[in-house]
């Protein structure tokens, strides 16, 4: 029973290009959160999906920044035109309902922008 | 205030107690929460408790929760080295989506 997967766990990107982040959640699970932990900072809440659904993007960034859950295969981040400032460990968590007693994170992708 | 508190950095010696604290912002969260992080990896959930409880034990872990000064502790007993890592605690406010707020972690460093 896997946990949590995302892919890739590093990934490196020039300024102006595109960064695509995936986040598969534990099987039985539908509702996908993403969050980013930037340095020396705590994590900061980003979206919450349910399948082909936002339930809650208060945290997304207005620009460049977007997000998915489609029906099938896994959940996508997308970050447009990176900037150095994107520069940070991006999680992924997942949990079977919206009321849990709490969720399952996976290992993060840390995102480079040079 | 805004933001879920924490101190950022906790040494200790091997054996001893830790005890890592927390205040969090809303009187009126339904849980809150411990979170573990080692190097290099994902949040792990220590433990929970939910608001209508004052203390959780679970094996070398105690959980103390002040709901009047919305203060939040987490005790390790008898520290390992493997317990050195980033703990992050979180509270789960009332209404709307039911998303954790996270604070900022305390590096937990363990020496022999």
């Known amino acids: 029973n896997a946990g949590v997967m995302q892919n890739p766990r590093h990934l490196v990107r020039r300024r102006g290009q595109e960064a695509r982040l995936r986040c598969s959640p534990m099987?039985?699970?539908?509702?996908v959160y993403w969050y980013r932990q930037l340095p020396e900072e705590g994590l900061k809440f980003m979206v919450y999906l349910q399948k082909e659904n936002i339930i809650d993007e208060s945290g997304m960034p207005k620009e460049r920044f977007s997000a998915e859950f489609p029906k099938e295969g896994p959940s996508i981040l997308r970050i447009q035109q990176v900037v150095r400032g994107d520069s940070a460990a991006y999680f992924c968590a997942s949990s079977p309902d919206g009321q849990d007693y709490g969720y399952t994170f996976g290992s993060g992708t840390r995102l480079t922008v040079v | 205030g805004e933001d879920v508190e924490q101190s950022l950095f906790l040494s200790v010696r091997e054996g001893d107690s830790s005890v890592i604290n927390c205040t969090y912002t809303?009187?009126?969260?339904?849980?809150l929460y411990w979170y573990k992080q080692e190097p290099g990896a994902g949040l792990q959930l220590l433990t929970y408790i939910f608001s209508n409880m004052d203390m959780k034990q679970d094996q070398r872990l105690t959980v103390l929760l002040n709901k009047k000064d919305k203060h939040l502790s987490l005790r390790i007993a008898d520290t390992q080295t493997g317990d050195s890592a980033i703990y992050f605690c979180?509270?789960?406010?009332?209404?709307?989506?039911?998303?954790?707020?996270f604070g900022r972690g305390t590096s937990l460093i363990v020496h022999p």
């Open positions: 099987k039985g699970h539908s509702h």
């Open positions: 979180a509270e789960r406010k009332p209404g709307g989506s039911y998303i954790p707020t």
């Open positions: 809303d009187s009126s969260s339904t849980y």
